[in-house]
């Protein structure tokens, strides 16, 4: 049965940069609904002005608009072997369509929580810079690029800092995150589901622990 790897974890847990090594190396797609609503935001729309100013503000988008996106994209040709979802479910509402959409698609859902101390997150948010051009991501303490403010593979390329990794903005987003998206661990722990790796180890250790539990899944959940 094929798989849906679900990255949990906080705001700069390192989710997105584990997403995008399980898709170059297991070809799986990454799908990441920040990254989907910010291309979104970029148009010249109301719905896209709506979502600029909520994703801005820290807020999180309606349950019925990210639901149907990812209802839409997961239906898609390359989703058929299995995805991964980076930054999806936030909410209960979104939990509980993921139940129906695994059942649906007929995928075991595989959870895994990337685990890093509160304290150290912030910083790892408000350094986080990334290439416009290969979307690879750096950071200004723990992982600085070669040269200054430069991709290393695209030296063309400026780096680019999220609207929403400013101080203020990040606490928001933590805040929501403890509020509406912590209690889903409780959930997926209950029902025997989740994994936890550290994620305050490298990113090649973070990834190699994932990839022990998506070889040995049933084993090893968080009791
Ligand atoms: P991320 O890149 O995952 O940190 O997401 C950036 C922003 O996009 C969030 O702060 C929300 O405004 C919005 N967003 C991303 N995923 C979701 C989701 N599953 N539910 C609601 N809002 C989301």
């Known amino acids: 049965m094929s798989k849906i790897i679900v990255l949990m974890g906080a705001p700069g847990a390192g989710k997105g940069t584990q997403a995008r090594l399980l898709q170059e190396r297991l070809g799986l797609p990454q799908i990441s609904t920040g990254d989907i609503f910010r291309a979104l ?3 010249n729309t109301p719905l896209a002005e709506e979502v600029r100013a909520i994703q801005q503000a820290g807020r999180l988008i309606p349950d019925e608009v990210v639901i149907r996106v990812v209802e839409d994209r997961t239906a898609q040709d390359d989703c058929r072997n299995g995805y991964v979802l980076d930054g999806y479910p936030r909410t209960a509402a979104q939990a509980r369509m993921l139940e ?19 304290e150290l997150l912030e910083k790892r948010m408000t350094g986080r810079r990334s290439c416009p051009v290969c ?9 600085p690029p070669k040269f200054d403010n ?3 593979f695209h030296l063309g390329a400026e780096l680019t800092h999220r609207a929403d990794d400013t101080a203020e903005k990040v606490r928001v987003r933590l805040e929501t995150y403890n509020r ?3 209690p889903l661990l409780e959930y997926y722990k ?11 180890q490298k990113r090649e ?3 190699a622990a994932i990839q022990n539990i998506l070889n040995s899944d ?3 959940t968080v009791q």
């Open 205 to 207: 250790a973070i990834y």
């Open 100 to 118: 129906e959409l695994a059942a649906r698609q007929n995928k075991k859902l595989s959870t895994i929580l990337i685990d890093v101390p509160q």
């Open 218 to 220: 049933s084993v090893a």
């Open 41 to 43: 935001a970029k148009a």
């Open 135 to 143: 979307g690879e991501i750096y950071n200004t303490y723990f992982r």
């Open 150 to 152: 430069k991709c290393d």
């Open 190 to 200: 209950r029902t025997g589901r989740l994994h936890r790796v550290d994620g305050t």
């Open 180 to 182: 509406e998206t912590a």
